[in-house]
Structures are given as C-alpha cells and as structure tokens.
C-alpha cells in the first residue's frame, strides 16, 4: 500500500507564493502518475496538474502559468510550486499516487490566501 502525506499548506497573503509538498511511502511502483487537486469549500475537487514518473507534466487550463508541478523520485517527494496566489485558491490541495486503475489520495493540506 502507498501512503501519501502533504505538507507546507498554511496562511498567505495575494500575490505570494508558497511550495507544497507530499511525501510518498510504501509500495511505490513505476511507472506511476502523480498529480494534486484542490477543493474550495462547497465544491468538488479539480485537477490542478499530474506529472509521470519520467518527469512529463500536465495542467489543467486554468492552472498553467501560476503552478508547477515537479517530484524527485529518489525521495518520493511530489511538489506543487504556486506563485501570485490568490484568494480564489484558497482551498484544500491533495496529492494523488496513480498506478493503472489504483489512486490513492493524501489527507489534503489547507491553503489560505489572504486579499
């Protein structure tokens, strides 16, 4: 089983930036996809991006330009880089593990973007 753990959410003001984290353990198998979402409160979650295992990335429409996606494999350490942050993407941000039809999900850290 893969156990997935973010970190680096916390309480930031409009146009900062801030890094999140999610460290991987467990039966990590490649290739795999891992990728983050987010949830604002209320609603479902959305992609913001997934990146393989061999470094390829992929965005969401609305997430390209302010987001980068990066991991390093030797520490099983997935990244979501958010620069000019806004109040809108205040939210919870999970990370996910995908290996053929098994996703596991992160318990979500809270990002606060104060106006």
């Known amino acids: 089983q893969v156990q997935l753990v973010e970190s680096g959410g916390g309480l930031v003001q409009a146009g900062g930036s801030l890094r999140l984290s999610c460290a991987a353990s467990g039966s990590i198998l490649t290739p795999n996809v891992m990728g983050w979402y987010r949830q604002h409160p209320g609603k479902q979650r959305e992609l913001v991006g997934t990146i393989t295992s061999g470094g390829n990335t992929d965005y969401a429409d609305s997430m390209k330009g302010r987001f980068t996606i990066s991991r390093e494999n030797a520490k099983n350490t997935l990244y979501l880089q958010m620069n000019s942050l806004k109040p809108e993407d205040t939210a919870v941000y999970y990370c996910?593990?995908?290996?053929?039809?098994?996703?596991?999900w992160g318990q979500g850290t809270l990002v606060t973007v104060s106006s």
């Open positions: 996910t593990y995908t290996r053929g039809p098994l996703i596991i």
